[in-house]
C-alpha cells in the first residue's frame, strides 16, 4: 500500500482502528454524554480514540469527511492530528410535525444529516393546534380526531420507536415537545373539556382557547397523557412548551374568573397560567423527569425547579434575546439559545453568515452565567415546509449553527467557513441529500449528476 507524502492510501490492508474505553453500544445519548475524540493518521496506522461511543461516532464522522478522492478514483485520507471535543453539550434541530406532516423516511434522513453535521439532540415539536400526528395508547381519540388523516398522517408506537432508536445509534437524543396550554386546539375534539370555551357576551361563542387550568380533570387527564409520554421518551428530559399563551379566551369565560377569584389571583392571568404550569412541571418530576420549557415561562415569573431548563426564542420582546439569556441566566437557570436561528425565515442571499457569527455568550455576565448555557437549537417551524422542500431548507444552513455550537469560539473566520461549508454542501449532494447551492459556483459533474 504506496503511502505518497503526507497523505496515506486507503486500502483493505490498512484499515481504521477504533478504540473505545467504556463500553455503552446499549445505552441512550444524554445531556452528559462525553463526545470528545482523537483521531490520528500517520505512516503507521490510522487510529481513533474515544471515552465512549458517542465519541466515536463524531470521530468516524471526521474520519469520513476527510477522506477524499484524486483524479484517478485511489481513495486517500491526508496525515492529521485531531483532538476533538463539542463546545456546547446540547447541539439540537427542532422539526414540527403538527403544521405539517412530516413521513416518518423525511425524518429518519433529517436524523442521517443531523450526524454528519455532529448535531445531538433531535427536538420534535410532535404536536401543535393544526393536527395531532402522535398515536396515543391511552387517549386514541386524540389522533383519531386530531390529525390531519389517522390513516396515513400520523406517527404509531413503532414509528416512534424507529424514530428514538435510529438517532440512538447516530449518538441524537429524541427531546419529545407537547406544548400546553397554548397551542393546543387539535386536542380538542379528541379529549372534550379539556380546552377552554370562550365566551363572546354571556354566551359560548363555540371556539376554543387554551387548556382549561380551572378543572381537576385538565390535570387527572395530564398525569395519565404525561405518564404515557415519560415512558415512551427515553430521555431525560420532555419539553413542555408553555409559550404564546393568549389570555383573551381565559378572561371571557365566567368559570375561568370565578376560578381565579376563588384563588385570590385578581386580574392577573399571568397567575393563572403559572398556577397551571406549576401544576404540570409538578406531575412530570413526580414522573421522574426533567424539563425544557419555552421562555414566556419564566419571562411569566412561573415558579421552576431550579434544574428547568429555559430556551429563548424570542427575538425581541420583552428584550433582545442576549438581555434575555443574561436575565435567564442570573436568575439560575440554565439556557438554551434559538431566537438566531429560526431557518424556517428566510431571505434572498447568504443568510447562513449571520447565523453563522451569533456568539451565544455575547450577554453580559458572570463566567458562572455562561457556564449555564448549555447550547442552542435550530429551529424548522411547519407552516411553510413539509417534505418537499425540508431538505434544501434545512442543509446546508443548518450546518451554520451545528459549527457554532462545536467549534471553538474562535473559530469564526467566514472566508473559511464558506469554503468549507460550500465544499460540504457538495459532499452532501454525494450523499444523496438535495442541500441547497450556498453562492454561485458548481460541485464536481459526477456529484451533481448523483
Ligand atoms: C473533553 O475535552 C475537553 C477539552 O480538552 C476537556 O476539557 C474535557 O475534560 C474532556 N472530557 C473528557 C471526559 O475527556
Ligand atoms: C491533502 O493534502 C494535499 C497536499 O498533499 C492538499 O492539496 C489537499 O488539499 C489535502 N486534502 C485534504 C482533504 O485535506
Ligand atoms: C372516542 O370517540 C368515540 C367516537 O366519538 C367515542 O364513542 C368514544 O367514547 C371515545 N373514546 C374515549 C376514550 O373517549
Ligand atoms: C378539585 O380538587 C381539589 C383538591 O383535590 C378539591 O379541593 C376541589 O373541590 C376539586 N374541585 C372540583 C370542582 O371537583
Excluded at 243 to 266: L, Y
Aim: net charge negative; glycine share 6%.
Amino acid at each position: 500500500h504506496p503511502v505518497l507524502a503526507g497523505k496515506r492510501h486507503m486500502s483493505e490492508k490498512n484499515s481504521l482502528v477504533i478504540l473505545v474505553v467504556t463500553p455503552g453500544c446499549d445505552q441512550f445519548p444524554s445531556l452528559e454524554s462525553v463526545e470528545n475524540y482523537t483521531l490520528t493518521v500517520n505512516d503507521e496506522q490510522c487510529f481513533l480514540l474515544s471515552e465512549t461511543v458517542w465519541g466515536a461516532l463524531r470521530g468516524l464522522e471526521t474520519f469520513s469527511q476527510l477522506v477524499w478522492r484524486s483524479p484517478e478514483g485511489t481513495f486517500y485520507i491526508n496525515k492529521t492530528e485531531i483532538e476533538d471535543f463539542p463546545r456546547f453539550p446540547h447541539r439540537g434541530l427542532l422539526l414540527d410535525t403538527s403544521r405539517h406532516y412530516l413521513p416518518l423516511a423525511s425524518i429518519l434522513d433529517t436524523l442521517d444529516v443531523m450526524a454528519y453535521n455532529k448535531f445531538n439532540v433531535f427536538h420534535w415539536h410532535l404536536v401543535d393546534d393544526s393536527s395531532f400526528p402522535y398515536e396515543s395508547f391511552t387517549f386514541p381519540n386524540l389522533t383519531k380526531k386530531g390529525s390531519y388523516n389517522p390513516a396515513t398522517h400520523i406517527y404509531t408506537a413503532q414509528d416512534v420507536k424507529e424514530v428514538i432508536e435510529y438517532a440512538r445509534l447516530r449518538g441524537i437524543r429524541v427531546l419529545a415537545e407537547f406544548d400546553t396550554p397554548g397551542h393546543t386546539l387539535s386536542w380538542g375534539p379528541g379529549v372534550p373539556g379539556l380546552l377552554t370555551p370562550c365566551y363572546s357576551g354571556s354566551h359560548p361563542s363555540g371556539t376554543f382557547g387554551p387548556v382549561n387550568p380551572a378543572l381537576n380533570n385538565t390535570y387527572e387527564f395530564m398525569s395519565t397523557f404525561f405518564l404515557e409520554i415519560s415512558s415512551v421518551f427515553p430521555d431525560f428530559y420532555l419539553h413542555l412548551g408553555g409559550d404564546e399563551v393568549d389570555f383573551t379566551c381565559w378572561k371571557s369565560n365566567p368559570d375561568i374568573q370565578a376560578f381565579m377569584k376563588k384563588k385570590g389571583f385578581g386580574e392577573d392571568f399571568k397567575k393563572l397560567e403559572s398556577f397551571y404550569i406549576q401544576t404540570l412541571l409538578d406531575i412530570v418530576s413526580a414522573y421522574g423527569k426533567g424539563y425544557v420549557v419555552w421562555q414566556e415561562v419564566f419571562d411569566n415569573k412561573v415558579k421552576v425547579q431550579p434544574d428547568t431548563v429555559i430556551q429563548v426564542w424570542r427575538e425581541e420582546m420583552p428584550v433582545r434575546y442576549m438581555k434575555e439569556m443574561e436575565l435567564v441566566t442570573s436568575a439560575g437557570f440554565r439556557a438554551l439559545l434559538s431566537a438566531p436561528w429560526y431557518l424556517n425565515h428566510i431571505t434572498y442571499g447568504p443568510d447562513w453568515k449571520n447565523i453563522y457569527m451569533v456568539e451565544p455568550l455575547a450577554f453580559e455576565g458572570s463566567p458562572e452565567q455562561k457556564a449555564l448555557v448549555i447550547g442552542g437549537e435550530a429551529c424548522m417551524w411547519g407552516e411553510y415546509v413539509d417534505s418537499t422542500n425540508l431538505v434544501p431548507r434545512l442543509w446546508p444552513r443548518a450546518g451554520a449553527v451545528a459549527e457554532r455550537l462545536w467549534s471553538n469560539k474562535m473559530v469564526t473566520n467566514l472566508d473559511f467557513a464558506y469554503k468549507r461549508l460550500a465544499h460540504f454542501r457538495c459532499e452532501l449532494l454525494r450523499r444523496g441529500v438535495q442541500a441547497q447551492p450556498l453562492s454561485v459556483g458548481y460541485c464536481d459533474v459526477e456529484f451533481e449528476q448523483t
